[in-house]
Nanobody, 115 residues
Framework: QVQLVESGGGLVQAGGSLRLSCAVSGSIFSSYAMGWYRQAPGKQRELVAGITFGGSTNYADSVKGRFTISRDNGEKTVVLQMNSLNPEDTAVYYC?????????WGQGTQVTVSS
C-alpha cells in the first residue's frame, strides 16, 4: 500500500519561506511522477508544481520563480521550496504520486500566509 505524508506547512508572514516535504512509502518511488497541488477555500484544487521520474519540472505561472520542486529517489521524498510567499498562496497543499492510471494523494498540509 502506497502512503504519502506531507509535512512542513504552517503560518508565515508575507515575503517569508516554507519548505514542504512529502515522504512516500510502500512503492518504487522512482517510477512515479510527483506533484504538489493546492486548494484554497471555495476554489478548485490546482497544480502548483510537478516533477517527472526523470526530473523534468513544470510550474504554475503564479509560482514560477518563487517555488522549486525537487525529488530524492533514494530518500523517497519530494520537496517544495516556497519563497516570497504572499497571502494568495494560502491553501491546503497536497502531494500527488502518479504512475499511469494509478494516482495517490497525501492528506494535505495547511499553508497560511499573513499580510
Amino acid at each position: 500500500q502506497v502512503q504519502l505524508v506531507e509535512s512542513g506547512g504552517g503560518l508565515v508572514q508575507a515575503g517569508g519561506s516554507l519548505r514542504l516535504s512529502c515522504a512516500v512509502s510502500g512503492s518504487i518511488f522512482s517510477s512515479y511522477a510527483m506533484g504538489w497541488y493546492r486548494q484554497a477555500p471555495g476554489k478548485q484544487r490546482e497544480l502548483v508544481a510537478g516533477i517527472t521520474f526523470g526530473g523534468s519540472t513544470n510550474y504554475a505561472d503564479s509560482v514560477k520563480g518563487r517555488f522549486t520542486i525537487s525529488r530524492d529517489n533514494g530518500e523517497k521524498t519530494v520537496v517544495l521550496q516556497m519563497n516570497s510567499l504572499n497571502p494568495e498562496d494560502t491553501a491546503v497543499y497536497y502531494c500527488k504520486a502518479t504512475r499511469g492510471l494509478v494516482v495517490y494523494w497525501g492528506q494535505g498540509t495547511q499553508v497560511t500566509v499573513s499580510s
